[in-house]
């Protein structure tokens, strides 16, 4: 038997939801209440949860106006940070070391890219490097070591047009953010050398030809933390 709580006057629950999760996975289930009474469980499928989401989504919309973007479904994992209050979109997201496109002057390929940390704000995409990808508050960010890049850690988007990027829900302006970067050419004309600790053109190249992991001792630190670019 479920008690009703006196402080929310004739109210009475319906529903329960239980969250369960490890490192590799997550499962919700729910249960019915009827007359105080619990029900079975039963699992909850992702067009529950989607349904749910956009349920209380549209609830928010409605009561604060200036909620102009969200998710289309669930907020994806890799999301740190996001603003739904600002009228253009402030977000930041993780992107896990991974092998992708790098498109050079006078090549092309592909190279295991470390673990970044892109911030969007204002109109202007920035990305970070960090050595973990245990993501905290207070994870220490390192220079992208990639041409392309200002000293401020501003992507150059060439004659891209960042604003047209961004359209849609935050998941498509991720997806176009991540294209644009991945798919964009880089130059040494725009390169930072105090970026890595070694000669990062050569290393970018040397990764073209291998399969090796972005050597981590390389990456320079920004004497930033995680937090500091949450604002």
Known sequence: MIASTTDK???LPVL?????????????????????KRQSYKPVTYEGLDY???????????????????????IPRNVLYFDTASVLPHIVWFKKAHKNTFIFMDGKGFIN???????????VLKVYSTKTANINEDTELYKAP??????????????????KL?????????????????GSKFTAELMDENRSKSNTISTLKNLL????????????????????VLR
């Open 9 to 11: 006057g004739d109210l």
């Open 16 to 36: 329960e939801m239980i969250f369960y999760q490890n490192n590799e996975q997550a499962f919700v289930e729910y249960a019915e209440i009827k007359n105080l």
């Open 52 to 74: 749910l989401f956009n349920k209380i989504k549209k609830k928010i919309n409605k009561e604060n106006t200036a909620v102009t973007i969200g998710f289309r479904n669930i």
């Open 113 to 123: 890219y470390p673990h970044l940390i892109f911030a969007l704000k204002n109109n």
């Open 146 to 163: 990639f041409p392309n890049v200002y000293s401020g850690s501003n992507i150059c988007m060439g004659t891209i047009n960042l604003s």
């Open 166 to 182: 961004i359209n849609g829900d935050y998941d498509n302006i991720i997806r176009n953010m991540e294209q644009a970067f991945f």
């Open 209 to 228: 030809k291998t399969e090796l992991p972005y050597p981590k001792k390389t990456l320079v630190s920004l004497k930033l933390k995680l937090k500091n």
